[in-house]
Structures are given as C-alpha cells and as structure tokens.
C-alpha cells in the first residue's frame, strides 16, 4: 500500500514543464507544493477551494 507521501501527482498538461506544482489530494483537501522546491513544504486547501479553483480553469474565467 502506498503511503501518503507517495500520493503527489502533476497535471498531464504539464508536459515536464519548469513552472509545474504537485497535488495530492484527499476526501476533505488538498495539498499543493512547488515541484522545483519540494523541500519548502506545502500549502493545504479545503477540498470545496481546491474544487472552484478546478472548475475555473475549465471555465477558463482565471
């Protein structure tokens, strides 16, 4: 069984890019985190933020 520390993942459109972030989500949030610096941490939303910041992308209204 994977840990929970395993559970980053990066967007498919981010093509290997420099400028990419990691999520990892859960039931009630979701955490995100620099992928060039991992090692600084990462900041957590509620899973209701992490889910209109998704829905505005596709809206494209950012």
Known sequence: ???EADNWHKSSYSDGG???VEVRQHTD????????NRQAGHITVSAPE?????QAIRDNTL
């Open 1 to 3: 069984m994977a840990s």
């Open 18 to 20: 420099a400028n990419c």
């Open 29 to 36: 949030r979701a955490d995100i985190r620099d992928t060039k």
């Open 50 to 54: 992490w889910n209109a910041f998704l």
